[in-house]
């Protein structure tokens, strides 16, 4: 029987994700990180582990026929491999930096000037849309410390939180690229992987959809009900069932969690008890 064969990385920021985002699925892979290839549990499904670095060409190259890899290192690959969906997690930008104590009078700035990065090509496309022309350098890793050992004078490099930058005296003063993981698959799979994938894609579809939602139920005078189904954007409308105290009824509902709190306080104000909100692992439509 033929297997999907997916890529992730192997150790750093997004293996961990990838793996508890396939155990959420059912698919339970083993986690020895000597091994470079492993039969998963719960799924017809090898799984590579790899550099992130080299995900987009072995999918690309069909080694592997899905990838689970930042979207950065995608684009800046330039492999040809299709985007088939973001995965929620290892979320990033690209950015500009420069020394903290010099003025930014805008992307002029940069004429001329010396910038260290990991990224080449998303810089040069970035800066050739803009008509700057700077020297790009290309350094792997610690492209933060460039600018204070004398090897550029700004840099384009992976911001989170700005920590990194901050304490190496550098300031953000561009976002270029926004990143996350994603899925990425292989152009030409054969019809047989392509329907295991579907399968998979599916699988995952449920598990990120559900993430922000939440499941909520309370009791209410039945009275109230055509209020309560005004407030509650259900999935389709809210779930009403009788309770066995006369007059009453009990109300479930899917919900986001954004719109959560706002919610249940215009509940409770029509006489909503017993709210109780469950998260949800999985909400398959
Ligand atoms: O060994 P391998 O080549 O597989 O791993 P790697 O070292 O190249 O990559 P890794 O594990 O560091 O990151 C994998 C992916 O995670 C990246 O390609 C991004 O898509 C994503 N990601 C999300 C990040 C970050 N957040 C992140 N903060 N990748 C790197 N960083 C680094 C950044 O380079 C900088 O040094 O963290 C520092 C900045 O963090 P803050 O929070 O201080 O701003
Ligand atoms: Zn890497």
């Known amino acids: 029987m033929t297997n999907l064969k997916i890529a992730i990385q192997a150790k750093g920021r997004l293996n961990e994700k990838s793996i508890e985002l396939l155990r959420n699925a059912g698919i339970t892979v083993n986690d020895s990180k000597r091994r470079l290839l492993t039969h998963a549990k719960g799924f017809p499904l090898d799984v590579l582990y790899l550099r992130d670095d080299d995900i987009p060409q072995a999918v690309a190259m069909g080694v592997a026929d899905m990838g689970i890899v930042g979207r950065n290192e995608v684009a800046e690959k330039q492999f040809e491999v299709e985007e088939t969906m973001p995965l929620g997690f290892g979320g990033c930008r690209i950015s500009l930096a420069i020394p903290d104590r010099d003025d930014y009078t805008g992307l002029t700035y940069f004429n001329g000037k010396r910038v260290a990065t990991s990224y080449p090509r998303i810089l040069g496309d970035f800066f050739s849309r803009n008509g700057i022309e700077a020297d790009v350098h290309t350094i792997e890793g610690s492209v933060e410390i ?118 249940i306080e215009r509940l409770k104000a029509i006489g909503a008890e017993g709210i109780l909100v469950i998260t949800m692992e999985n909400m398959i439509k």
Request: with cysteine; net charge negative; charged share 25%.
């Open 146 to 263: 460039a600018p204070t050992v004398g090897m550029a004078d700004a840099i384009f490099d992976i911001v989170s939180s700005g920590a990194t930058l901050v304490s190496n005296g550098l300031k953000e003063v561009e976002s270029v690229f926004e990143s996350e993981a994603v899925l990425i698959s292989n152009p030409s799979l054969s019809e047989e992987k392509r329907k295991l994938a579907s399968h998979l894609i599916f699988r995952l579809e449920s598990i990120i959809e559900s993430r922000d939602m939440k499941y909520m139920l309370m009791n209410l005078p039945a009275d109230r009900v055509a209020e309560a189904t005004a407030i509650l954007p259900g999935m389709r409308s809210p779930t009403v069932l009788p309770l066995a105290q006369e007059g009453w009824c009990s109300i479930h509902v899917v919900i986001e969690e954004s719109k959560m709190w706002d919610s």
